[in-house]
């Protein structure tokens, strides 16, 4: 069973950084698009960050500059280094991965991580 294990989350003052890391484990072949999306209580899951597996990156317009996402594929990881975080980015954070299959692509998500960032 394929599984996403986020980390790295946590409580930081406005104008800090995080770096969240997203591990796949599981027998996994080969990954296609892996991201970030986020979500708060009543909202919907919205895109933070995506890449595709040859590096080619894409960001919510709220975070470009200040966010930056990377992948390993040899390590089947994912990061995404936030920086100037803003009380608005406060959210949980979920990691998603784009398995490749016999007959199909199955989208994963971990579990997710809260971030909290105080004014």
């Known amino acids: 069973q394929v599984q996403l294990v986020e980390s790295g989350g946590g409580l930081v003052q406005a104008g800090g950084s995080l770096r969240l890391s997203c591990v796949a484990s599981g027998g996994i072949f080969s990954i296609n698009a892996m991201g970030w999306y986020r979500q708060a209580p009543g909202n919907k899951r919205e895109l933070v960050a995506r890449i595709t597996r040859d590096g080619i990156a894409n960001y919510a317009d709220s975070v470009k500059g200040r966010f930056t996402i990377s ?4 390590k089947n990881t994912v ?13 949980v954070y979920y990691c998603n991965a784009g398995i490749v299959m016999p007959l199909r692509e199955v989208a994963y998500w971990g579990q997710g991580t809260q971030v909290t960032v105080s004014s």
């Open 71 to 74: 992948r390993d594929n040899a």
């Open 79 to 91: 990061v995404l280094q936030m920086n100037s975080l803003k009380p608005e980015d406060t959210d």
